[in-house]
């Protein structure tokens, strides 16, 4: 059925519809309206679920450690300062092999505090082992939840969704929400392999010596790699029921591009129609959109990229010492190519500065006319503080 | 003596859930409060195990030395990952199964203390667990907010002595309305066990804090370790109680009492304490224990 719902409804109504069991949360802006409506869901007996309303985020993530590591679907959501401070039990859960669900709205990092869209937050968990997707509207935020689950529970590897604060999660948008049946039959109940069973005792997540060590982490990381052929099965099952299409990465007019752009969350809507205005003005422009990041589909994207002479990475992101993030990691990707693109970093919006579809188009236009070496800091306002 | 032919009864009679080849040191209190503990609670028990000697003794990878399911958490989490487990045995209908977070000093007192604090406020059913042996003893006698006053640890070294008293874990149990607050020692094995055994029968959070030696912390020899925790009691600085539903009771009065002095010339760590210290110590205990009794008689 057609809603108009906002970002945070659409991950609160996935955990509704994947049956989660057990959700603990701690509620941050701009996350706090998924914890509410999820309480609401509690109360009205909508969502047979626990909701354990903790006292801090890394109490959050260890609690649903606990309860999917007892056998049962968990989740829990985040943002920002939140999701950092879930560092150590975002590692932990990741090497558990527990398929554990997380909404990150993405939101920047402190100080100053800012509540406004930024990518450094979840970009910085980006070797905690959990499967990343980046999302671009309410739609693909509902659906990635119940595609999330279906992939972590197939491979026993977390995944974490994001979205850009406010831009999703306080923006109404029309979500074709599925009926109930629909989803339990894409999405079985859990059936884990292991859990915490005093019929069949096991210890978990003891010592482990330099002589196992190792080959645990190579096992984790083989199997996280499998997400990039077993997603895009899954995504065909989703689209023969729903008839929605999702995929590793997106691509839009990349047909005989000369530039492709590329970026992740709501700045690819704006580069759409970016691209659009430069086709129209005959300039061949196509876009990239990154969705799944961790694992990296370093292939996919080499093959999306490989025919146009530059990439234009747009990051809202700042790794402060290097760069954009997803600019350096497109980069490597296609270092393997025996004539790689040449790949041009554009760090824009940070701190939910806005980035039109104007922004975009100058980025591009600027990169058609300069072969800069150095990355662009799109907007960045001259003088104090920045003294250039 | 008797306490002891019972205790032990009760560890003969049921299966013993802690195998041979434990990796703890000679008298290790913390090991033989799991042997005491799991005798009483049974199999049907699950075990949320933060960083602490325990992670260390039960064994590396792929041995455990426990036949119940064990599951190693971050150091800061043991009450709440025990709170989610019984969410999640609730979904699964396995309401008979206990949990238990098994945490040291410093996953209680310290780094734990937070996550405690949470689940507790919200009542979680849960029985929480601190074998308290007085400081960070696994990564080699650091300080913790459980270390008495006057002991030598590596981060309290000659000279600078630890100036503060322990942290009273009960008292911050107590203030958050619990139904069942505890104090264990291994050395008063009968009343341990007894204690576990109410503890299983209330839901709820449950706390019991139990006096666990360290003899190469405590600078003691592990012959003597069970005699010298059993001073503790004997002199009136771990006196052994139970709170339920707010209503105190001493469990134990032990028949033969000694002076806190002796307690502490018993243990090398508290071998640079000045009379001065111990004399303040002495009034510290006496204090205590009366507050201690006055809570009993209003109960």
């Known amino acids: ?133 980046y999302c671009e509207s309410n739609q693909e935020v509902l659906d990635s939840m119940i595609l999330a689950y279906r992939l972590a529970e197939l491979l026993y590897v977390p995944v974490m969704l994001t979205y850009d604060a406010f831009f999703l999660s306080h923006t109404s948008e029309v979500v074709d929400v599925p009926e109930s049946g629909e989803v339990d039959a894409f999405l079985p109940p859990y059936d884990p392999l292991f859990f915490l069973d005093v019929e069949n005792p096991r210890m978990f997540g003891g010592m482990i010596g330099p002589e196992h060590y190792y080959e645990e982490r190579y096992k984790m990381h083989k199997e996280t790699l499998d997400a990039l052929f077993r ?39 704006v580069s759409r129609l970016a691209v659009d205005r430069l086709r129209g003005e005959g300039k061949k422009v196509g876009l990239m959109k990154i969705r799944m990041f961790r694992p990296v589909p370093a292939e996919q994207w080499r093959k999306a990229l490989a025919g146009a002479r530059k990439v234009v990475v747009i990051d809202r992101n700042l790794s402060s010492g290097h760069g954009g993030v997803f600019a350096g990691e497109v980069k490597a990707a296609l270092y393997d190519l025996d004539r790689p693109p040449r790949v041009y970093s554009t760090v824009a919006g940070l701190g939910g500065r806005d980035v039109t579809s104007e922004d975009v188009a100058g980025i591009a236009e600027h990169f058609l006319e300069h072969d800069d070496k150095e990355p662009l800091y799109w907007g960045l306002k001259k003088g104090e503080p920045c003294r250039n | 003596m008797q306490e002891l032919i019972k205790a032990h009864r009760e560890l003969v009679e049921n299966e013993d859930l802690v195998l041979p080849g434990l990796q703890s040191c000679q008298g290790c209190g913390a090991a033989l409060a799991m042997k005491l503990a799991l005798a009483a609670l049974g199999p049907r028990t699950i075990l949320a195990m933060p960083a602490s000697c325990w992670g260390v003794i039960i064994g590396g990878y792929p041995y455990s030395a426990l036949k119940i399911p064990v599951v190693h958490l971050p150091f800061a989490t043991a009450a709440v990952a025990a709170s989610g487990i019984r969410a999640g045995l609730d979904a699964r209908g396995e309401k008979d199964v206990e949990v238990v977070a098994w945490a040291g000093d410093g996953g209680t007192y310290d780094i734990g203390l937070q996550a405690l604090s949470g689940a507790a406020e919200r009542n979680a059913d849960i029985l929480f667990v601190c074998y308290d042996n007085e ?165």
């Open chain 1, 1 to 133: 059925m057609k809603q108009v719902i906002k970002g945070n409804h659409a991950v609160s109504q996935g955990v509704r519809l994947c049956r989660v069991q057990v959700v603990s949360a701690y509620p941050i802006t701009p996350q706090t309206s998924i914890v509410e409506e999820i309480s609401e869901l509690c109360a009205q007996g909508k969502l047979d679920a626990e909701f354990i309303k903790v006292e801090s985020e890394h109490s959050a993530l260890a609690a649903v450690v606990g309860s999917q590591t007892a056998g049962v679907r968990s989740f829990t959501a985040t943002s920002s300062q939140g999701l950092l401070l879930m560092h150590e039990v975002l590692h932990w859960a990741a090497g558990s092999r527990l398929p554990i669900v997380l909404a990150n709205v993405n939101r920047a990092v402190g100080p100053g505090w800012n509540i406004w869209a930024d990518q450094l937050d979840s970009l910085s968990q980006r070797d905690t082992g959990w499967i990343q997707i």
């Open chain 1, 231 to 269: 997603f895009p099965e899954i995504c065909g099952d989703f689209k023969s029921r729903f008839g929605r299409s999702y995929d590793l990465l997106e691509t839009y007019r990349t047909e005989d591009a000369e530039m492709i752009l590329a970026t992740a969350g709501t700045i690819t809507s």
């Open chain 2, 135 to 299: 400081a960070y003893m696994n990564t080699g006698i650091q300080r913790s907010s459980a270390t008495p006053m006057g002991a030598w640890t590596t981060t309290t070294p000659s000279g600078a002595l630890k100036q503060e008293p322990k942290k009273d874990m009960e008292k911050i149990m107590l203030s958050h309305y619990v139904p069942y607050v505890a104090t264990a020692s291994v050395s008063f094995p009968d009343d341990l066990v007894a204690k576990f055994k109410k503890a299983k029968t209330i839901r709820g959070t449950r706390f019991i804090r139990i006096l666990a030696p360290c003899p190469p912390g405590w600078r003691i020899d592990s012959a003597k370790a069970v005699k010298v925790t059993r001073m503790a009691t004997q002199c009136g600085i771990f006196p052994l109680y139970e709170v339920v539903d707010g209503k105190t009771r001493v469990t134990v009065r032990p028949r033969v009492k000694v002076p806190v002095r002796d307690y502490l010339a018993a243990q090398g760590r508290f071998s640079e304490m000045t009379d001065g210290m111990m004399e303040s110590v002495q009034s510290w205990t006496d204090v205590r224990l009366k507050d201690l009794e006055e809570a009993e008689a209003r109960s």
